[in-house]
């Protein structure tokens, strides 16, 4: 039982390239999330899923696609990347969005440079 | 605008002392609170958590206090050990859909 796992786990981009972040999960569970963590910002919603081909924006969606054509997969898309994309980007997932299961279980982070 | 806050970026306690993490949110309408450690490189892990119908949640040596009217919640730790230092983060969430999470704060625990 691996839990989330993430890949790539670091990745140095120029400006303007494009790139996917893989994020796959082995617990069933129906939500997913995407999440940036910057230095004195905490960790951001960037979008999230609640269910196979589903996905929704979260606080900081521009900038960014998803897709969850598979359960157990979320990607995190990036068309054209900017410095300000710069970040520990972190994919985790939960059971349900009832009063229990709500915690998440986080992959180890991907850490993506923008030049 | 921070919905959820941490005030305090580090706490340091002597091994065995009580640490006591605090947390402040804005929006009322928050119906599930969560606490989450990070140690560095890795991602955050679950710790308690505690839904708005309550005021306390136990378990071992970590205790969630919820203050509704004060918007408030905090996390005991007690007795420390240096194992606990990491970084904290609290978390709220409306439906379960969208979490927010506060800045984290860093806590050392002193042998």
């Known amino acids: ?115 | 605008d921070q919905q959820v806050k941490q005030n305090s970026p580090s706490l340091s306690v002597q091994e065995g002392r009580i640490s006591i993490l605090n947390c402040d949110y804005t929006n009322s309408m928050f119906d599930y609170f969560l606490w989450y450690k990070k140690y560095p490189a890795e991602g955050p892990t679950f710790l308690i958590s505690i839904s708005s119908i309550k005021d306390k949640n136990e378990d071992g040596r970590f205790t969630v206090f919820l203050n509704k009217s004060a918007k408030h919640l905090s996390l005991h730790i007690v007795p420390s050990q240096p194992g606990d230092s990491a970084v904290y983060f609290c978390a709220a969430s409306i439906t379960g859909n969208q979490f927010y999470f506060g800045t984290g704060t860093s806590l050392t625990v002193i042998p």
């Open chain 1, 1 to 115: 039982n691996a839990g989330v796992t993430q890949t790539p786990k670091f990745r140095v981009l120029k400006t303007g390239q494009s790139m996917t972040l893989l994020c796959a999960q082995d617990m069933n569970h129906e939500y997913m999330y995407w999440y940036r963590q910057d230095p004195g910002m905490g960790l951001r919603l960037i979008h999230y899923s609640v269910g196979e081909g589903t996905t929704a924006k979260g606080e900081v969606p521009d900038g960014y696609n998803v897709s969850r054509l598979k359960k157990q997969n979320f990607l995190l898309g990036l068309e054209s990347a900017a410095p300000s994309q710069t970040s520990v980007y972190f994919c985790a997932s939960s059971s349900s969005g009832g009063l229990s299961g709500r915690e998440q279980y986080f992959g180890p982070g991907t850490r993506l440079t923008v030049t």
